[in-house]
């Protein structure tokens, strides 16, 4: 009984998520109310504050769930499996564009995310967040070109926090034009070889059959 009543949970704090993001994505952050999300859900006021403390925890759900697979793909490429830095680069990034192409959700959310969230009043901490992930993103970017230049022996032309601040500004620009475009481009393809060119105008040497991520 214990077990079913905390499935009947999980299964209302999701829906109470999904609608959240079909009405963020209408309305706007902003815009939209508790009640609008709870009259989406079929449920009721309470019910929301029963899972989150208020619309900024449930903006955060929202974007955890599409995130923190992502952070988690990011941590299982920094393993074994993955040791060459430059390979890491290419390789993380591949993975979050792939995530924002191919998944409904995740591009919903990336779409609000980035288009619909006004950072005033109750959303000040949805801007902390943003900036708190970034940051994360920029450094973890950072630490791979550090290491990548240690390995190759070369001496890049900026620092690696400046190459990984104009690397993440190209991966960010890339989707921002792609979601506004309704997917007017190939994005992996596009960011593949962006990244590619990124990296060896750097003087970073690619793996041999990534040939600036045409082929392989």
């Known amino acids: 009984m214990a077990r079913r009543t905390k499935e009947d949970a999980i299964a209302t704090r999701n829906s109470l998520i999904d609608a959240a993001e079909r009405v963020f994505c209408e309305k706007g952050v902003a815009r939209a109310s508790l009640s609008d999300i709870a009259q989406a859900a079929g449920a ?3 019910a929301i504050y029963w899972h989150f403390k208020d619309k900024v925890d449930l903006f955060g759900a929202m974007m955890d ?3 923190l697979p992502l952070e988690q793909g990011f941590g299982a490429l920094e393993g074994s499996t993955c040791p060459d830095p430059v390979e890491r680069l290419r390789a993380v990034l591949a993975l979050v564009l792939h995530g924002v192409a191919s998944d409904e959700r995740t591009r919903r959310v990336f779409e609000i995310a980035l288009y619909k969230v006004e950072y005033v009043g109750e959303l000040i901490g949805v801007r902390d967040r943003h900036i708190a992930a970034s940051d994360g993103f920029t ?3 950072a630490r791979d070109f550090e290491l ?3 390995a190759q022996r ?3 032309p900026m620092t690696p926090v400046e190459a990984a601040v ?3 500004a190209l991966f960010d620009g890339l989707i921002r034009n792609w979601i506004l475009g309704g997917g007017a481009f190939d994005l992996e393809r596009v960011g593949r070889v962006g990244t590619d060119a990124f990296l060896v105008g750097l003087g970073l040497a690619l ?3 990534a040939d600036l991520g045409v082929a392989g």
């Open 44 to 46: 009721t006021r309470g």
């Open 65 to 67: 769930r599409v995130t």
């Open 139 to 141: 450094n973890q970017l």
């Open 148 to 150: 990548a230049a240690q």
């Open 154 to 156: 070369v001496v890049l």
């Open 166 to 168: 104009g690397l993440h």
């Open 207 to 209: 793996p041999v059959a």
